[in-house]
């Protein structure tokens, strides 16, 4: 199973960056994935969320209106395009898939938003 993270990267304040996360290895379409970020000295948070089927989203309280998660299940992918960025976005930023009881998780790509 993997997981690769890539996008991330070096932002100014309120500009966007695009987070890709690239599957392989399990049945990409039965899982739901999620964004999740962690600062340093500080939680790791969700970020996003889609559905399975990419029918049903959910968003942090600090992300919404700011982002959008999709997924490509013909492609075994799942996006999350951040825009009006913030310094306080800053934070690796890690895809989970979650199916039931079973997780699997990146490795993470750092997102930097700084002027």
């Known amino acids: 199973v993997q997981l690769v993270e890539s996008g991330g990267g070096l932002a100014h304040p309120g500009g966007s960056l695009r987070l890709s996360c690239a599957a392989s290895g399990f049945t990409f379409s039965t899982y739901d994935m999620s964004w999740y970020r962690q600062a340093p000295g500080k939680e790791r948070e969700l970020v996003a969320s889609i559905s399975s089927s990419g029918g049903s989203t959910n968003y942090g309280d600090f992300m919404k209106g700011r982002s959008t998660i999709s997924r490509d299940n013909a492609k075994n992918t799942v996006s999350l395009q951040m825009n009006s960025l913030k310094p306080e976005d800053t934070a690796v930023y890690y895809c989970?898939?979650?199916?039931?009881?079973?997780?699997?998780w990146g490795q993470g790509t750092q997102v930097t938003v700084s002027a």
């Open positions: 989970k898939a979650r199916r039931a009881t079973v997780e699997y």
